[in-house]
């Protein structure tokens, strides 16, 4: 069964600094991996998915996302925060060979950005 | 384009009381719409995948006589939500997949659902 782990549910980062959120998925073969946003009382927005190019997807608003599958990782990074990037932020999994699977989504990571 | 709407964006209701929330591909044909629920502060949830002209597949612990699926066209699904409780209230929120389309779906704005 395809999970994915999201570490820190609140991340706070100052205005202009890194933004790093991390992702881990398991699941017995690469599967296909998706960062979403959301903004308070709305739905979701896909910032970027990987499906099987390039390991180094690059998404809306600035934000990039590294496929590892020897970490079996997937995490999100912007260079430069700005203040509109605060929202909630969630990594999602769906597995390959079903175009009807269901996509499992992590426990959402709160970013915060500091005047 | 790949717009998903649902109306309405809120609603309260008293206890006892149905209400119904509709989802809506404004721009394309969705074969497949998804429906979650989420908690304040929590993660998405699915709670059953609607294929157009099909019943609804519920995911495990939702009740299906509770929450009533209806797809009748490749642009609407809707959601019903029987004699609503107070532990009914969440943020329900809606998906459409691309016909076609193996693996991106557009999500709606959400549904605030308050039960008194």
């Known amino acids: 069964a395809q999970s994915v782990t999201q570490l820190g549910s609140h991340v706070s980062v100052s205005e202009g600094a890194l933004v790093l959120l991390r992702c881990n998925y398991s699941s017995s073969v690469p599967p296909y991996l998706f960062w979403y946003v959301q903004y308070p009382n709305q739905g979701l927005q896909l910032l970027l998915k990987?499906?099987?190019?390039?390991?180094l997807v690059k998404g809306i608003n600035g934000f990039e996302a590294e496929f590892k599958k020897s970490e079996t990782s997937f995490h999100l990074t912007k260079p430069s925060a700005h203040m509109s990037d605060a929202a909630e932020y969630f990594c999602a999994v769906r597995a390959r060979g079903s175009s009807a699977s269901k996509i499992i989504f992590g426990s959402g990571t709160r970013l915060s950005i500091r005047p | 384009g790949a717009v998903v709407s649902q109306h309405p964006s809120w609603v309260i209701c008293k206890s006892g009381t149905s209400v119904k929330i509709e989802c809506r591909s404004l721009d394309f044909q969705a074969t497949t719409m998804f429906w979650y629920r989420q908690f304040p502060k929590q993660s998405l949830m699915l709670m059953a995948t609607?294929?157009?002209?099909?019943?609804?597949?519920?995911e495990q612990g939702v009740e299906k006589d509770k929450f009533l699926i209806n797809h009748a066209s490749l642009t609407l699904s809707t959601l019903t939500v029987t004699s609503a409780h107070p532990e009914d209230s969440s943020f329900y929120i809606c998906?459409?997949?691309?016909?076609?389309?193996?693996?991106?779906?557009?999500f709606g704005p959400g549904t605030r659902l308050t039960v008194l």
């Open positions: 609607s294929n157009e002209g099909s019943k609804a597949t519920y």
């Open positions: 998906s459409a997949k691309l016909a076609g389309a193996t693996d991106t779906q557009y």
């Open positions: 990987y499906t099987s190019a390039a390991t």
